[in-house]
């Protein structure tokens, strides 16, 4: 029987000041169970173990996946916007009358 991994509720993976490193394997980006405390100031902030450590700067990181899910989908807006009139440029060029010297 395969048993569900679970982390810790408050962990460092899911703490605001935590920053993942990622690695490429397979022609896929991964996440490493290894990334770095942005709020520890001192050289040791490299966190080994980040589902199951944590700290007494731990805070919640809801307010940071809301932000960057909100930043995604304006990015997504904002490329809709550019493809539609990169899209009217070249219906425009298409129709246009080519000078031939």
Do not use: Q
């Amino acid at each position: 029987m395969i048993k569900e991994f679970k982390p810790l509720e408050n962990n460092c993976s899911n703490c605001k000041f935590y920053k993942a490193y990622y690695y490429k394997y397979k022609g896929r980006v991964r996440r490493s169970l290894i990334g770095r405390c942005t709020k520890k100031r001192n050289k040791l902030n490299l966190v080994e173990n980040s589902w199951s450590s944590t700290c007494n700067h731990w805070e919640s990181n809801e307010e940071v996946l809301k932000e960057n899910s909100e930043s995604i989908k304006t990015t997504i807006r904002n490329m809709r916007d550019s493809l539609l009139l990169i899209e009217s440029f070249l219906a425009t060029e298409n129709e246009s009358p080519k000078n031939s010297n």
